[in-house]
């Protein structure tokens, strides 16, 4: 069976960088997404990747800062967050599906595999 694990997670000083990984064992998906949530927030899109062509996309909160890859020597997903700000702060989710619609790799709905989620914390 499928299982995705996660880790990474963390306590760091704003500025500073955590990397994240997501495992997928059993498969492969063609899809894989970072979600985060935040207390009392919305759960909200922080970046996707497809595993075959590895073309990647971000929300606008994140661009230049985080970094969606493939790893194939470990078969998982990273996501590199540097320069991280308070805001950052939040339970950060591992996300997996074999086929998305155009579109849809911004909706959590659209997944239905995911990691336990890993607590990101970043202090002033």
């Known amino acids: 069976q499928v299982h995705l694990v996660e880790s990474g997670g963390g306590m760091v000083q704003a500025g500073g960088s955590l990397r994240l990984s997501c495992a997928a064992s059993g498969r492969t998906f063609s899809w894989y997404g970072w979600f985060r949530q935040a207390p009392g927030k919305e759960r909200e899109f922080v970046g996707a990747?497809?595993?075959?062509?590895?073309?990647?996309y971000y929300s606008d909160s994140v661009k230049g800062r985080f970094t969606i890859s493939r790893d194939n020597g470990k078969n998982a997903v990273n996501l590199q967050m540097n320069s991280l700000k308070p805001e950052d702060t939040a339970v950060y989710y591992c996300?997996?599906?074999?086929?998305?619609?155009?579109?849809?790799?911004?909706?959590?709905?659209?997944?239905?595999?995911w990691g336990q989620g890993t607590q990101v914390t970043v202090s002033s």
């Open positions: 990747i497809r595993w075959s062509s590895r073309h990647t």
């Open positions: 996300a997996a599906d074999d086929h998305l619609i155009l579109s849809s790799h911004r909706l959590a709905e659209q997944y239905d595999y």
